[in-house]
């Protein structure tokens, strides 16, 4: 198993402004995933986070809105650029080793102004 | 990427078990059948996952379809402690549309 901290657990922020959310996982792993979870929502990938390279970003979601960084296997950030109250939201990190089990962290809660 | 469906909500009683279904019509042959479970303000708990043949561990079995285009997550013995929103996902890799959650089954347990 795996332990998944995230910080800041949860934010209110002016419109325009970007709040970086950060993961960090007890142990290696290869997998590093993001996601958004309106509230009483199901979860929606945002994006796969690469170590050592961009990350892979879903259809609707791009680079510019939500910059990823993975700079090592067992740490990665989510920026959320330009933030508008559409942007409010929770959003939840998860890390796994291939296609087996993902551990998610208990999410940062987002509430723009 | 594959679709999921499961229905909005299911109620049982504490003690008996539970089926969840889950439909994926259109899984492909390599793709991973997931389970999570989320309780309200917290992360999603992974519960169990498989590829072709049933699975079991100590929390729920999963019996998959033999053309995989439906699996159930069967609780054995369902307590108050299992009440959540259950969520299929279907895994197909790393990368774009690598995978995809269903909408989750609110899970209510009645003593």
């Not at chain 1, 419109?15 to 199901?42: A, E, H």
């Not at chain 1, 609707?60 to 920026?79: A, Q, Y």
């Not at chain 2, 990427?1 to 259109?26: G, W």
């Not at chain 2, 989320?38 to 561990?57: A, C, D, F, K, R």
């Amino acid at each position: 198993s795996a332990v998944i901290s995230q910080k800041p657990s949860r934010d209110i922020c002016q419109r325009g402004t970007s709040l970086t959310i950060q993961c960090q996982v007890d142990s290696q792993v290869t997998m590093m995933f993001w996601y958004r979870q309106q509230p009483g929502q199901s979860l929606t990938l945002i994006a796969t986070a690469n170590q050592g390279s961009e990350a892979t970003y879903e259809s609707g979601f791009v680079i510019d809105k939500f910059p990823i960084s993975r700079p090592n296997l067992t740490f990665s950030t989510l920026t959320v650029s330009n933030m508008s109250p559409e942007d409010s939201s929770i959003y939840l990190c998860s890390a796994g080793r291939g296609s087996n089990e993902q551990f998610f962290g208990p999410g940062t809660r987002l509430t723009v102004l | 990427d594959a679709k999921t469906t499961q229905p909005n909500s299911m109620e049982s009683n504490e003690e008996e078990p539970v089926h969840l279904p889950c439909n994926h019509s259109t899984i492909s042959g390599t793709d991973y059948i997931h389970w999570y479970r989320q309780l309200p303000s917290q992360g999603p708990e992974y519960v169990i996952h498989g590829l072709t043949s049933n699975v079991n561990n100590r929390m729920a079995s999963l019996a998959i379809a033999e053309d995989r285009k439906s699996s159930t997550l069967i609780l054995h013995r369902a307590t108050l402690r299992d009440a959540a929103v259950y969520y299929c996902m279907v895994y197909s890799g790393g990368g774009a549309d690598g995978l995809t959650f269903g909408k989750g089954t609110h899970l209510i347990i009645q003593p």
